[in-house]
């Protein structure tokens, strides 16, 4: 019996005739897969599953989603992002969501991860996507114990993030790093050369006009702020407020991002 395959017209352009045929007829289809968006286990042979096409500008890499998650399409990535995309989208899952390995840093006393908040922001009248960044716990310098408080900041800085007194001012773009929306969801941060430095364990949901907006501006403005300084916020006036108040108290620092996918 052929697997539950779906390839769309886009991705049939892209992989030819001969090899979509050949994964309808399950010559070349897999057995199991872990679905490129909520990476749990998918089987084709059980439950329709679409065919995921990732295009950089000299290779390709044609993943697997559960249908019910995302359709059969073509996701155009820069060629130095495609390797740490993939691996973001279709790596192991991790232990926490959304957990992330924030290297080059390091958590102290405890491991910590980075908690990553989506929203619309002001800046001189008009709405920009951001993304807050706020780890668990204190992080220290690759290499210390971290008795000497939390280097969060520091080490932003000295990757180029820039320190924000006034959330009204667009901060300055970072060399190499991108924001990765795939399939309307958001996976990852990516440092220079396409790796991970956040990735969701599970793809993120966005909001409809957040995922305009950065389609529209292909820019997503990166806040970070260390533990504490920000908190769950669950109205995005009330995200602006802790913004501006970390602002005040020197505990904020950003970057403008160009956004990778779509």
Request: with cysteine.
């Amino acid at each position: 019996m052929p697997p539950m395959l779906d390839v769309s017209e886009d991705v049939r352009a892209e992989i030819g005739d001969e090899e979509a045929d050949r994964l309808l007829a399950g010559d070349s289809a897999p057995g199991s897969y872990d679905c490129t968006s909520c990476r749990t286990p998918g089987d084709p042979e059980q439950e329709r599953t679409s065919t995921v096409l990732f295009v950089g500008e000299e290779t390709a890499v044609l993943a697997f989603a559960h249908a019910s998650c995302i359709p059969s399409q073509v996701v155009q990535l820069a060629e130095d992002q495609l390797q740490g995309a993939v691996r973001s989208i279709t790596g192991a899952p991790r232990a926490a969501a959304p957990a992330v390995d924030p290297a080059p840093l390091d958590a102290a006393p405890n491991q910590a991860v980075l908690g990553v908040t989506s929203g619309l922001i002001l800046v001189n009248g008009d709405l920009h996507p951001a993304l807050v960044v706020e780890p668990t716990a204190p992080i220290a310098r690759p290499g210390t114990t971290g008795g000497d408080g939390d280097d969060f900041l520091p080490l932003l800085m000295e990757q180029g993030f820039a320190p924000i007194h006034d959330v009204n001012g667009l901060p300055a773009p970072l060399q190499g790093w991108s924001v990765l929306l795939a399939m309307g969801k958001l996976h990852a941060i990516l440092q220079a050369g396409g790796v991970a430095w956040w990735q969701a364990h599970q793809a993120l949901q966005v909001t409809e006009g957040w995922r305009t907006a950065a389609n529209k501006s292909k820019t997503v403005l990166v806040f970070a702020a260390p533990v504490g300084a920000i908190g769950q916020q669950p109205r995005e006036d009330l995200l602006r407020d802790a913004l501006e108040k970390a602002a005040a108290r020197g505990l904020l620092v950003a970057a403008a991002m160009p956004l990778a996918g779509t």
